[in-house]
């Protein structure tokens, strides 16, 4: 049988919504498609695949990148290999893509966000969507790994509700998963601050952070960071701006001492007022800036708290 392998991702029970873009994709793609699942009692969009494969395991078990290769023999041994396999483009679908990708000898093509269907070609994202590439497979069965909120539209209803076969596969305990960690709560959501005071790792050492903290409170701003300053734990992880951070869209952003990686931009550049403070007049910061400082930030700091308080 010809057929798309759609491999979902359910976490604490839940069948992420993610699959829907899966879904989607695979109607886009034209072949009969099978839904691989951990069995469990959660309601599977049965209406959008022409069949669906549980494979008796707990979801942290099927997660593992080595079990998905076991399961993926199974399910080929119930309907044959297919012709692509989908993974969601997660932490967990981009580790299990690359195990079979080496296991199974399949190219792989990650992050895919289009698909022209008229030329086959598949478009993936660089640097943070500045370049997309186009991608057409050789031929052979490929593995692609699937951007959330990118094809869910296209996910079609079926007339029937698609029949379900339960299959086995070996586990191995090669990791033990131990369990889920929330994100640290606090009171703090830069996402929502009107006013962001920034530090980078311009600020030299954790010693200083207090100042820009005590500044941050004089000027009613929330202080966050560039990805270094929460590397080194000088700030926590929920006040870092950019892409392995927080998207933020502040009235104003005041970014001190931070040189304006696109990572870093990318999370703050929608601003609706940027100023930036740094020594480097070369610095790329200053091509987003509304307003520039070119200066020591710790002068700047010192400045601003003596005209704050009058
Ligand atoms: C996969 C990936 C994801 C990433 N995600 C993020 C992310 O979410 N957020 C993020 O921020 N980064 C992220 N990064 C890192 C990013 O590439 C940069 O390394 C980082 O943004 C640099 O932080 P910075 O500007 O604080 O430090 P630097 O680039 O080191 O810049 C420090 C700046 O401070 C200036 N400076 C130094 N001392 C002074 C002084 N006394 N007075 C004035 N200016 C001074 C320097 O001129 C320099 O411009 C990511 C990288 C990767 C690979």
Redesign the pocket.
């Known amino acids: 049988m010809s057929y798309t392998l759609i491999v979902a991702e359910v976490r604490r029970g839940v069948f992420e919504e993610r699959n829907l873009d899966s879904l989607g994709l695979g109607a886009l793609l034209g072949a009969q498609s099978v839904l691989l699942v951990p069995d469990g009692a959660y309601q599977v969009p049965d209406k959008f695949v022409d069949a669906i494969v549980k494979v008796k395991a707990a979801e942290e078990v099927y997660l593992n990148p080595m079990n998905m290769g076991r399961m993926l023999e199974a399910a080929f041994a119930a309907k044959g290999k297919p012709d692509n396999i989908l993974f969601t483009q997660s932490s967990s679908g981009m580790e299990a893509a690359a195990y079979a990708a080496g296991l199974f000898g399949m190219p792989v093509i990650t992050d895919v966000s289009g698909y022209d269907r008229d030329a086959g070609i598949f478009l993936k994202s660089y640097y943070s969507d500045k370049v997309f590439g186009q991608f057409k497979t050789a031929g052979v069965p490929a593995i692609l790994t699937v951007r959330s909120g990118s094809f869910r539209e296209f996910a079609a209803e079926k007339t029937a509700a698609a029949a379900a076969e339960t299959i086995d596969a070996a586990a191995v305990e090669t990791r033990t998963f131990v369990e889920y960690v929330e994100e640290e709560k606090t009171d703090i959501d830069i996402t929502k601050a009107e006013f962001l005071l920034s530090v ?3 600020v ?1 050492n954790q010693g200083e952070v207090s100042g820009y903290e005590e500044l941050a409170g004089i000027l009613k701003a929330v202080l966050s960071g ?4 929460i590397d080194k734990m000088w700030l926590p992880k929920a006040r ?6 927080k998207t933020v869209k502040p009235k104003v952003y005041l970014a001190m ?5 696109f ?2 931009i990318a ?1 703050m550049k929608d601003s609706d007022c940027i100023i930036a ?4 007049p070369e ?1 790329p910061i200053f091509q987003y800036a509304h307003y520039g400082i070119v200066g ?3 002068k700047v700091r010192d400045k601003l708290k003596e005209l704050a308080k009058g």
């Open positions: 980078g790792r311009g030299g560039s990805r270094p300053v870092q701006v950019g892409t392995s951070g001492g931070i040189s304006g990686a990572q870093h999370g403070v740094n020594k480097d610095a020591d930030i710790h």
